[in-house]
């Protein structure tokens, strides 16, 4: 593994890894039994011990970001000399997830007002925009290696390439949207 990639790996599974500090701090003021999952009225549907919540989940989401950073670097390394941009993007979309999901898990059990559906619509939306952003940008030999099947030639994977982008851009105002009605 490169030097870069190993510096990624290492900052973004600490990352991962750091809400279990204030998890730490917050320990005694939390219930036994932790809130993990919501319904579609903003009511906890289902709970996981305290421990788990705090320290087994984002110890959990440390290791799916060391594995995905692996194998996305050894595909990389094999594909293209220089990582594309929407793959630096996406090796921090796992560990900003785990502190904003962090966060809500213990907001809720001290009794703040927290509307998930609408924060997971906020992140959908920023996500999904951010990547119909960059979708467009991606070279075609990049692009020969990520989309399947493979355009024929440049020009059709590029019109692809730009419906993609909006489409993702479209679906990120559609979440942004939604958080009105949710």
């Not at 290791?63 to 996305?72: F, K, L, P, S, Y």
């Not at 927290?114 to 979708?135: E, R």
């Amino acid at each position: 593994m490169e030097k870069k990639n190993r510096m990624t790996l290492i900052i973004t599974v600490i990352v991962c890894l750091l809400p279990m500090i204030l998890g730490a701090v917050l320990y005694n003021k939390l219930p036994e039994q932790m809130p993990i999952h919501f319904n579609i009225k903003n009511e906890p549907d289902n709970y996981a011990s305290k421990s788990f919540a705090l320290f087994g989940l984002p110890i959990i989401m440390a290791i799916v970001q060391a594995v995905c950073i692996v194998v996305t670097s050894k595909a990389s390394k094999l594909k293209y000399n220089e990582k594309p941009r929407i793959i630096k993007i996406m090796e921090w979309f796992v560990p900003i997830l785990t502190v904003f999901i962090y966060i809500i898990m213990i907001e809720v059990p001290l009794g703040s007002t927290v509307y998930v559906g609408k924060s997971v619509c906020l992140v959908l939306g920023i996500l999904f925009m951010i990547i119909g952003n960059y979708m467009p940008k991606m070279s075609y030999e990049v692009g020969k290696t990520m989309v399947h099947p493979v355009p024929k030639d440049e020009k059709s994977f590029r019109k692809l390439i730009k419906i993609m982008g909006y489409s993702f851009i479209t679906l990120g105002v559609i979440f942004l949207i939604l958080i009105i009605w949710v």
